[in-house]
Nanobody, 125 residues
Framework: VQLQASGGGLVQAGGSLRVSCAASVRTVGTYVMAWFRQAPGKEREFVGN????????SYSDSVKGRFTISRDNANNGVYLQMNSLKPEDTAVYYC???????????????????WGQGTQVTVSS
């Protein structure tokens, strides 16, 4: 599975941005998809994930209520809508995929086998 993240950029605090992840397989509906982020000098951090059919999502406390993950299995896409952005949201955002994610591992980067290359999101104050 190859994942391609896109849509990052520079935005002012309080603004919105949508990043996308395109998957190379038509069976993307069999994978749990997630977004992680990594700021300079920090460990990779779980942002949220979405179940195979798109009905279940979970988010980190730091983004809950501001970020929304969605997916379009017919078009092999996963999306991260980010609203009310803050300077501390500045990071490289990565999409990830795996078939074997369970509730206890959903926020563990090591549980995901497939990763995109990342897209930079910068929020200015």
């Amino acid at each position: 599975v190859q994942l391609q993240a896109s849509g990052g950029g520079l935005v002012q605090a309080g603004g919105s941005l949508r990043v996308s992840c395109a998957a190379s397989v038509r069976t993307v509906g069999t994978y749990v998809m997630a977004w992680f982020r990594q700021a300079p000098g920090k460990e990779r951090e779980f942002v949220g994930n979405i179940g195979r059919n798109g009905y279940s999502t979970s988010y980190s406390d730091s983004v809950k209520g501001r970020f929304t993950i969605s997916r379009d299995n017919a078009n092999n896409g996963v999306y991260l809508q980010m609203n009310s952005l803050k300077p501390e949201d500045t990071a490289v955002y990565y999409c990830a995929a795996d078939r074997g994610i369970i509730l206890s591992t959903r926020d563990d980067p090591g549980a995901y086998a497939y990763w995109g290359q990342g897209t930079q999101v910068t929020v200015s104050s």
